[in-house]
């Protein structure tokens, strides 16, 4: 079959970071629904491994690899060891470990700002810095950016978490341009609220903590597992932006056909629940 009209997210040779738990768990097992073999990396062995352990008992060829993004010798060494654990080349990256961080501008402290944007930022330029090269030689292939809607919706106490998902995406719009017409294909994901650890595991301030972990479930519009397969299949069609979720769309929209007016009412409503 000619490569063109191949799927990407089929019979792929993935690496997904993050993908002990949540969002990149499900990129995990879709992927291996589709048939394809992956590296599950992730800062948390355990985690890793047990996705792994799973989707290998199934008869996917699945690789634990335990790394973490923000590091970028351990991902300069992932890129290189990948093509050999995979067993041929790498066809499809998702770049989803992240953390989440919340508190106003002046009260999140700046090793927490390091923290953030050194997983959530740096992680992704590492994976698109070390992999993109890899793919487009082999001229096949998708990457996945996972930032989030936080990334346009400006969100008030998000700042850290803001700006890393805004960089996220400025760096895949430009690494679409970038690799338009090399057979690589770059689609981000900017999803509202998805049910899983990121609120558990992330660092927020007490007040905020308990809404954070109940909204999690109550505002969710949509599961990890919907959110990965319509992902997948947007980056099939060389989408660049996936906004799964009704919600996400709709502050897109707003935003960019009456900025002014949702400057303003975002600045409105927070002042109601400002302490
Ligand atoms: N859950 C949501 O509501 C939501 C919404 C928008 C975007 N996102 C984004 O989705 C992505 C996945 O998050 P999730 O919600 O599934 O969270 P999660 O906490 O369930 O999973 C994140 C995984 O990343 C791993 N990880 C953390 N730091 C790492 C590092 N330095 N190196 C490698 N792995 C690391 C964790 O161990 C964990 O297994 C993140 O980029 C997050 O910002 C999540």
Same mark, same amino acid.
């Given at each position: 079959?000619?490569?063109?009209?191949?799927?990407?997210?089929?019979? *792929? *040779?993935?690496?997904?970071?993050? /993908?002990?738990?949540?969002?990149?768990?499900? @990129?995990?097992?879709?992927?291996?629904?589709?048939?394809?073999?992956?590296?599950?990396?992730?800062?948390?062995?355990?985690?890793?491994?047990?996705?792994?352990?799973?989707?290998?008992?199934? +008869?996917?060829?699945?690789?634990?690899?335990?790394?973490?993004?923000?590091?970028?010798?351990?991902?300069?060494?992932?890129?290189?060891?990948?093509?050999?654990?995979?067993?041929?080349?790498?066809?499809?990256?998702?770049?989803?470990?992240?953390? =989440?961080?919340?508190?106003?501008? =002046?009260?999140?402290?700046?090793?927490?700002?390091?923290?953030? !944007?050194?997983?959530?930022?740096?992680?992704?330029?590492? +994976?698109?810095? @070390? @992999?993109?090269?890899?793919?487009?030689? $082999? +001229?096949?292939?998708?990457?996945?950016?996972?930032?989030?809607?936080? =990334?346009? *919706?400006?969100?008030?106490?998000?700042?850290?978490?803001? $700006?890393?998902? /805004?960089?996220?995406?400025?760096?895949?719009?430009?690494?679409?341009?970038?690799?338009?017409?090399?057979?690589?294909?770059?689609?981000?994901?900017?999803?509202?609220?998805?049910?899983?650890?990121?609120?558990?595991?992330?660092?927020?301030?007490?007040?905020?903590?308990?809404?954070?972990?109940? /909204? !999690?479930?109550? @505002?969710?519009?949509?599961?990890?597992?919907?959110?990965?397969?319509?992902?997948?299949? *947007?980056?099939?069609?060389?989408?660049?932006?996936?906004?799964?979720? $009704?919600?996400?769309?709709?502050?897109?929209?707003?935003?960019?056909?009456?900025?002014?007016?949702?400057?303003?009412?975002?600045?409105?409503?927070?002042?109601?629940?400002?302490?």
């Amino acid at each position: 079959m000619a490569l063109k009209s191949m799927k990407v997210s089929n019979n *792929a *040779a993935a690496v997904v970071t993050g /993908a002990g738990s949540g969002i990149g768990k499900s @990129f995990a097992y879709e992927i291996a629904r589709r048939g394809g073999a992956v590296i599950c990396a992730d800062i948390r062995q355990d985690r890793a491994e047990a996705v792994a352990d799973y989707l290998s008992a199934l +008869g996917t060829h699945a690789v634990p690899y335990a790394c973490d993004v923000g590091k970028s010798e351990q991902m300069e060494e992932l890129a290189r060891k990948a093509p050999e654990l995979l067993k041929r080349p790498v066809t499809l990256v998702v770049n989803n470990a992240g953390v =989440g961080l919340g508190g106003a501008i =002046g009260e999140v402290t700046l090793a927490d700002w390091h923290w953030c !944007m050194n997983v959530n930022l740096w992680g992704v330029i590492h +994976g698109c810095h @070390f @992999f993109a090269p890899q793919l487009r030689s $082999v +001229g096949y292939g998708g990457i996945i950016n996972v930032a989030s809607a936080a =990334g346009f *919706a400006a969100a008030p106490e998000m700042s850290t978490y803001n $700006v890393t998902k /805004a960089g996220v995406m400025s760096l895949s719009e430009t690494l679409h341009a970038e690799l338009t017409g090399t057979g690589v294909n770059v689609t981000v994901l900017c999803p509202t609220v998805v049910p899983t650890n990121i609120a558990n595991d992330g660092r927020l301030p007490e007040r905020r903590s308990d809404f954070a972990k109940e /909204a !999690m479930t109550r @505002f969710a519009l949509m599961d990890s597992d919907t959110v990965a397969r319509k992902t997948l299949d *947007a980056m099939d069609r060389n989408q660049l932006y996936i906004l799964p979720q $009704v919600d996400g769309r709709i502050a897109w929209y707003i935003k960019r056909l009456a900025p002014r007016l949702y400057a303003k009412g975002l600045g409105e409503a927070y002042r109601l629940i400002a302490d």
